[in-house]
């Protein structure tokens, strides 16, 4: 089993800028595929980016993309969350997740591990 951490969260104004961080302990890192959903008050979890497990194709969602960008670290076993131009609408508790044997995958069901969340809260 994989324990994932989060840190970075807080308070951003509309336009600035924010980087996530997921440590990762515990089996090994570089096998899995690594991705980080979000879940604002009131909705459901959604999927926002991901990164093959040797981080060489990233995925994101329409509402990020070209905003922020997912990289990972496997000797750090850490993934980042590089967030830019960041919107009220980007408001949510921020998780990072992960699935074993490098399947790329974008539904919350389908996550094998995750981490507690870390909130990011974005004021216009």
């Known amino acids: 089993q994989v324990q994932l951490v989060e840190s970075g969260g807080g308070l951003a104004q509309a336009g600035g800028s924010l980087r996530l961080s997921c440590a990762a302990s515990?089996?090994?890192?570089?096998?899995?595929?690594m991705a980080w959903f979000r879940q604002a008050p009131g909705k459901e979890r959604e999927f926002v980016a991901g990164v093959n497990w040797s981080g060489t194709t990233t995925y994101y969602a329409d509402s990020v993309k070209g905003r922020f960008t997912i990289t990972r670290d496997n000797v750090k076993n850490t993934v980042y969350l590089h967030m830019n131009s960041l919107k009220p609408e980007d408001t949510a508790v921020y998780y990072c997740?992960?699935?074993?044997?490098?399947?790329?995958?974008?539904?919350?069901?389908?996550?094998?591990?995750w981490g507690k969340g870390t909130q990011v809260t974005v004021s216009s």
């Open positions: 997740a992960g699935r074993g044997g490098g399947v790329v995958v974008k539904t919350t069901g389908a996550m094998d591990f």
């Open positions: 515990g089996r090994t890192f570089g096998d899995n595929f």
